[in-house]
C-alpha cells in the first residue's frame, strides 16, 4: 500500500501560480512514477503530467505543457506539480497517483493508489 496526501490547492487569480505538493507513505517511493490527474464538476478526470520514478523523464498534456511543471525528491517522498500562468480552465481537483510499471501512461486506470485531491480554482 502507498498512502498519498496532496496539498497546496487553493483560490488565484487568472494568471497566477500555485505549487501542489503530494506525500507519499508506504512502499519505497522511489520505486515508482508518479502522475497528476485533474477532474473537473461533471468531468471525467484527465492527465495531467506523469514524471519517472528518478526524475529523468517527464510527459504533460497539451493544455499544460510550457506552463506546469513535475518535479520529485526521492528523500522526501514528495512530488510537485508547479502550475504558473494558471487560467480559469484549470480550475479542477488535482490528484496524485501512483504508477507501478511502464513508467508512461496518461489513463487514471494505469494507475494503482490515488490521494484524495486538492481543490484548485482560478478566478477570472
Known amino acids: 500500500q502507498v498512502q498519498l496526501v496532496e496539498s497546496g490547492g487553493g483560490l488565484v487569480q487568472d494568471g497566477g501560480s500555485l505549487r501542489l505538493s503530494c506525500a507519499a507513505s508506504?512502499?519505497?517511493?522511489?520505486?515508482?512514477?508518479m502522475g497528476w490527474f485533474r477532474q473537473a464538476p461533471g468531468q471525467e478526470r484527465v492527465f495531467v503530467g506523469i514524471?519517472?520514478?528518478?526524475?529523468?523523464?517527464?510527459a504533460y498534456a497539451n493544455s499544460v505543457k510550457g506552463r506546469f511543471t513535475i518535479s520529485r525528491d526521492n528523500a522526501k517522498n514528495t512530488v510537485y506539480l508547479q502550475m504558473n500562468d494558471l487560467k480559469p480552465e484549470d480550475t479542477a481537483v488535482y490528484y496524485c497517483?501512483?504508477?507501478?510499471?511502464?513508467?508512461?501512461?496518461?489513463?487514471?486506470?494505469?494507475?494503482?493508489?490515488w490521494g484524495q485531491g486538492t481543490q484548485v480554482i482560478v478566478s477570472s
Open positions: 497517483a501512483v504508477r507501478d510499471g511502464y513508467w508512461y501512461s496518461t489513463k487514471w486506470s494505469d494507475y494503482d493508489y
Open positions: 508506504g512502499r519505497t517511493f522511489a520505486n515508482y512514477a
Open positions: 514524471i519517472s520514478r528518478s526524475a529523468g523523464s517527464t
